[in-house]
């Protein structure tokens, strides 16, 4: 394999990654969420000689829920724009077949043998699908992303 082939199926591996930060955010967010509300829940019912930390500790963990949250909600756009990125430069083929093997690989995160599973191809077929695809690609990808190589 190439350089350049090596560099494609990388660019377009950015798309798994994107996914998988915005999965392990919104993760983040919940536990954010949690330990807002368990603070929440212990200052309630403490209003004899409640002291303003635990106003103060419920006020923080909500002011880090809320950044949190704009995080992942940042992070869950980026992963639609570089998903779009990908799908435009995969529909540049024009060919279904090759454009179907990449979809499933690179945008629905399939493995090679779920990919064959599904499109019906034996795994080594979906190979080789996939490394004609990439070499058919890697001339664009390189040219139009010169800056995403970096």
């Given amino acids: 394999m190439t350089e350049t082939e090596l560099t494609t199926r990388h660019w377009l591996n950015r798309a798994f990654y994107a996914d998988k930060k915005a999965k392990a955010l919104e993760m983040l967010v919940r536990q954010c969420r949690e330990r807002a509300e368990g603070l929440s829940r212990c200052s309630e019912g403490n209003d004899k000689g409640r002291s303003d930390g635990a106003e103060n500790g419920t006020e923080n963990a909500l002011m880090k829920l809320a950044e949190m949250e704009r995080k992942a909600d940042a992070q869950r756009v980026e992963a639609v724009n570089v998903s779009a990125e990908i799908q435009a430069i ?60 970096i």
């Fill in 90 to 149: 995969i529909s540049e083929l024009h060919d279904d077949d090759l454009e179907a093997v990449l979809i499933h690989r690179y945008l629905l995160f399939k493995t090679v043998e779920q990919t064959a599973e599904s499109i019906g191809y034996d795994p080594r077929t979906v190979m080789r699908k996939i490394k004609k695809a990439i070499e058919k690609l890697s001339p664009n990808v390189i040219e139009c992303h010169p800056v995403d190589m």
